[in-house]
């Protein structure tokens, strides 16, 4: 059984349109099948292969000094989608940014927000997200995890009461802190972009000033990105939990991500006066590939929250 969000067959690449290319920065794994066909090809093209590969026990990409894919060329598109077409990719290159949980009875699979354009298609949903393919369950963790989706995606209520249900069914509490020290957790984690620092710095030394019921009034209009983000993160992290104490983190720490998400939005908006679909398309790119794309990173706070 294979379940997905309503939105997930919406995803197509960018490509030379993206802001931050998914193959600059990122160390590239190349799979056992597609390393072979590598091997196979020849002509310059395949010394090419050869020479910008490290043959290791997992084989990789070898990066530029600038961080760059060896074959992403200077109008960003990929040499190897225009020279071998785009099945010869290796796995991690064809599947991103999509995310694949095995169950014991299904496979659920979704976009994750490290992509901008993924962050898009998500944080665009004005309807309510639907899990295609989903079936009932004997499974209490997946049983909770329905409920709670449910519970973030009751519009009669705010963000905030919604929140405070989803934590209520898991008989669980996020401990409120300043937001300080919100932000001294996340710079003492492991950092890919120091745009991200200076984010958290930034709210670090303005959060008393900033006027969150101001924030809050200008983007009413916008909750359902928020609850997107909340959905998002129950679907991709909740069910695969290998208990319900481990759900119950992972519960909590999508209120924390929510808390920290407007409180930078907050800042933003202070700092700027304005905080647009983009800038927060920006926001959720860089938290996701600061925190989920660091496992490290994930399951600190997982046990911290």
């Excluded at 969000?5 to 995803?11: G, K, L």
């Excluded at 989803?166 to 710079?187: A, F, G, H, Q």
């Excluded at 519960?251 to 647009?276: C, H, N, P, Q």
Aim: aromatic letters at 10%.
């Amino acid at each position: 059984m294979h379940i997905y969000p309503s939105y997930y067959n919406d995803f197509k690449c960018i490509a030379s349109r993206c802001k931050h290319n998914c193959c600059i920065g990122w160390e590239i794994d190349i799979d056992e099948s597609t390393m072979e066909f590598y091997n196979s090809v020849s002509g310059d093209f395949g010394q090419r292969l050869k020479d910008n590969i490290n043959h290791l026990d997992i084989p990789y990409f070898k990066l530029s000094s600038d961080e760059r894919c060896p074959f992403l060329n200077d109008k960003n598109l990929c040499d190897i989608i225009m020279t071998l077409g785009e099945k010869h990719l290796c796995d991690i290159c064809t599947e991103h940014p999509r995310f694949h949980n095995a169950l014991p009875d299904r496979i659920e699979s979704g976009l994750g927000l490290c992509c901008e354009e993924a962050a898009r298609i998500i944080l665009s949903q004005k309807e309510k997200v639907t899990l295609l393919n989903s079936k009932s369950t004997d499974d209490q963790i997946l049983i909770l995890r329905d409920k709670i989706i449910d519970t973030l995606q009751n519009r009669d209520k705010t963000i905030e009461n919604r929140i405070e249900d989803m934590l209520s069914l898991c008989d669980t509490s996020l401990s409120k802190r300043p937001i300080s020290l919100y932000c001294d957790l996340l710079l003492s984690l492991e950092r890919m972009d120091e745009k991200w620092g200076e984010l958290l710095n930034m709210l670090k030394e303005n959060a008393d000033a900033i006027d969150f019921e101001r924030f809050d009034q200008f983007m009413k209009d916008r909750t359902h990105e928020y609850e997107q983000v909340l959905v998002y993160l129950i679907y991709r992290h909740f069910a695969n939990s290998p208990d319900t104490q481990e759900a119950l983190k992972r519960a909590r720490f999508s209120a924390f991500s929510y808390e920290i998400l407007r409180a930078l939005g907050a800042v933003i908006y202070y700092k700027t006066g304005d905080f647009d679909f983009e800038a927060h398309v920006e926001l959720l790119r860089l938290f996701s590939s600061e925190i989920e794309y660091s496992d490290e990173n994930l399951y600190t706070l997982f046990d911290t929250i």
